[in-house]
């Protein structure tokens, strides 16, 4: 009777461990989840320049956020979450652009690695191994002398266009070291000026912006990680 109990126990750690590595294994394979085939900027903005006109009767949210940055996860974590599982049914139009900032930056990282929200037509992601569009952006938040700015949360309301270059954006929100300091959050604090954004952008009602923090705390840990 001892000797069946141990079985038994034995054979319910093993399930509970290999419910464990599932769920695991679920958030860390990468899998496509709006785009079947990745647009990559390989000569010029024009790509990302076509998806933000197309529509520009509704508001335009743009990220660029590094595929192997904790940070930058925590990031995207949180605008799709604001948008897929809290907005579902909100007219707008979410472009996140991947970029090369640290050794880990491929192209094969640039798909969601979190699988617990469904697929959502709104968004649609780019690959931009030449930081191409951090450079086109910078100088629409006032880092006109950076190489191109990466980590960063850019809204644009309906109706905005862009000809030659990108209007200014009518928000935004980063993780920079550089960049306004009053726009700088982290960790949670970013979380919800992401969701304060993403509801006034959408026309919900949403709370007045956080005062930014006197200074950065560590960094995230990225969905999935562990």
């Known amino acids: 009777m001892r000797r069946r109990g141990a079985l038994l126990l034995g054979l319910g750690s093993v399930a509970?461990?290999?419910a464990a590595l599932a769920a695991v294994y679920s958030?860390?394979?990468a899998v496509a989840r709006t785009d079947p085939e990745l647009t990559v900027l390989s000569d010029s903005v024009a790509p990302l320049r076509r998806l933000f006109n197309d529509p520009s009767d509704r508001p335009r949210l743009v990220a660029i956020v590094s595929p192997s940055c904790p940070r930058a996860w925590y990031g995207f974590h949180a605008l799709e979450t604001a948008i897929v599982r809290d907005r579902p049914a909100a007219e707008l139009s979410v472009i996140v652009v991947w970029t090369r900032l640290l050794p880990g930056d491929v192209?094969?990282?640039?798909?969601?690695l979190?699988?617990?929200?469904?697929?959502?037509?709104?968004?649609?992601?780019?690959?931009?191994p030449a930081g191409l569009a951090g450079r086109a952006l910078a100088a629409t938040v006032g880092l006109e002398s950076a190489p191109f700015v990466e980590d960063v949360y850019l809204f644009?309301?309906?109706g905005d266009r862009w000809e030659e270059t990108a209007p200014p954006p009518?928000?935004?929100?980063?993780?920079?070291?550089?960049?306004?300091p009053q726009r700088r959050r982290h960790?949670?604090?970013?979380?919800?000026e992401i969701d304060r954004i993403v509801g006034?952008?959408?026309?919900?009602?949403?709370?007045?912006?956080?005062?930014?923090?006197?200074?950065?705390p560590s960094p995230a840990p990225a969905p999935g990680a562990g």
């Open 16 to 18: 509970v461990a290999a």
């Open 27 to 29: 958030i860390r394979t």
């Open 107 to 112: 192209e094969a990282r640039v798909t969601p």
């Open 114 to 128: 979190d699988r617990r929200l469904p697929p959502d037509p709104r968004i649609r992601h780019l690959w931009d």
């Open 156 to 158: 644009w309301p309906a």
């Open 170 to 180: 009518a928000s935004w929100v980063h993780q920079l070291a550089a960049g306004d």
């Open 187 to 192: 960790g949670e604090a970013l979380g919800r």
């Open 200 to 216: 006034a952008m959408s026309g919900g009602p949403s709370p007045p912006p956080e005062p930014a923090p006197a200074s950065a």
